[in-house]
């Protein structure tokens, strides 16, 4: 699999589904499948909401040295660790040198996708009137709130965990020099 072109539609999809999803509540867009106008917007929504979540939420949240760290002890099964988040990105970039990041990129994706995710469903309970398969407003705010609080927060964890153990375990294994 060629991650680059696996990485342009993973972030194609990311920009036109946020789009989509915060411009379906107060656009009306065509039914029929051919057409294909509403793309355009879409995605520009996307993009936009992309870059906000990047350098609010992405900035707080990616490459914490907490997480790195408990990765570092759970790849090494220790407690004590002797570890600096300067490693880390060696360890990084050693594994993207040699074309040994197998699918982290693709984790990548899905972590970004993730926190995009993120403030969605809040948006959502702004317009839960608008929705007329939902019988009960609270019971759409409620799940909206909890499906923010607790679902998408630990499915991004888990992702940014894997991303950190699979770069401990590329050094570890390959013997990457300090």
């Known amino acids: 699999m060629n991650t680059s072109i696996t990485i342009g539609l993973y972030d194609f999809l990311n920009m036109v589904v946020m789009g989509f999803l915060i411009l379906h509540p107060v656009v009306n867009f065509p039914t029929d499948a051919v057409s294909l106008s509403w793309f355009v917007?879409?995605?520009?929504?996307?993009?936009?909401?992309?870059?906000?979540?990047?350098?609010?939420?992405?900035?707080?949240?990616?490459?914490?040295?907490?997480?790195?760290?408990?990765?570092?002890?759970?790849?090494?099964?220790?407690?004590?660790?002797?570890?600096?988040?300067?490693?880390?990105?060696?360890?990084?970039?050693?594994?993207?040198?040699?074309?040994?990041?197998?699918y982290i990129p693709?984790?990548?994706?899905?972590?970004?996708?993730?926190?995009?995710?993120?403030?969605v469903p809040i948006y959502y309970c702004f317009f839960a009137d608008s929705f007329s398969i939902i019988q009960e407003k609270w019971i759409f705010?409620?799940?909206?709130?909890?499906?923010?609080?607790?679902?998408?927060?630990?499915?991004?964890?888990?992702?940014?965990?894997k991303i950190h153990e699979l770069v401990w375990e590329g050094k570890k294994y390959l013997g990457q020099e300090e």
């Not at 990548?108 to 403030?119: D, G, K, V």
């Not at 909890?146 to 965990?161: C, V």
């Open 41 to 102: 917007p879409c995605y520009i929504v996307g993009l936009i909401y992309h870059k906000l979540m990047e350098n609010t939420f992405g900035v707080c949240l990616r490459n914490k040295d907490g997480m790195i760290s408990q990765a570092y002890k759970s790849v090494n099964k220790i407690k004590d660790d002797n570890f600096s988040s300067k490693n880390y990105y060696k360890a990084y970039y050693f594994l993207m040198e040699k074309r040994l990041l197998g």
């Open 106 to 119: 693709i984790l990548e994706a899905q972590a970004a996708f993730l926190r995009n995710l993120l403030l």
């Open 141 to 161: 705010i409620l799940v909206s709130i909890l499906f923010t609080i607790l679902i998408i927060p630990f499915l991004w964890y888990k992702t940014q965990m």
